[in-house]
Nanobody, 124 residues
Framework: QVQLVESGGGLVQAGGSLRLSCAASGGTFSYSAMGWFRQAPGKEREFVAA????????YYADSVKGRCTIARDNAKNTVYLQMNSLKPEDTAVYYC????WGSGSTSYTRYETWGQGTQVTVSS
């Protein structure tokens, strides 16, 4: 089973940018759809973005569409989430997740493996 480690979170001012990375080890990363989810205090985990195993299909939540880009590098076993024009409401713990043999899903129930999360805080 693939193991996932996120990095790249931090404190940024509104309007700024961050790039999150999720490094995978073991398992079958190249054949796993990957997703990014986030959870703010007191709120449910919500979908942010997903990418198919081959990278040809991407999916975004309406709340981040046009501001975020998901990409993957299968040679480096890494998936990225570039976030621009950040808003205070983007503040959350961001998790990456793997859906082995999947094609990309907005539902967190599809993902079998999760990272530990990385905190993103956007100040106003």
């Amino acid at each position: 089973q693939v193991q996932l480690v996120e990095s790249g979170g931090g404190l940024v001012q509104a309007g700024g940018s961050l790039r999150l990375s999720c490094a995978a080890s073991g398992g079958t990363f190249s054949y796993s759809a990957m997703g990014w989810f986030r959870q703010a205090p007191g709120k449910e985990r919500e979908f942010v973005a997903a990418i198919s195993w081959h990278g040809g299909s991407t999916y975004y939540a309406d709340s981040v569409k046009g501001r975020c880009t998901i990409a993957r590098d299968n040679a480096k076993n890494t998936v990225y989430l570039q976030m621009n024009s950040l808003k205070p409401e983007d503040t959350a713990v961001y998790y990456c997740a793997a859906d082995q043999w999947g094609s990309g899903s907005t539902s967190y129930t599809r993902y079998e493996t999760w990272g530990q999360g990385t905190q993103v805080t956007v100040s106003s």
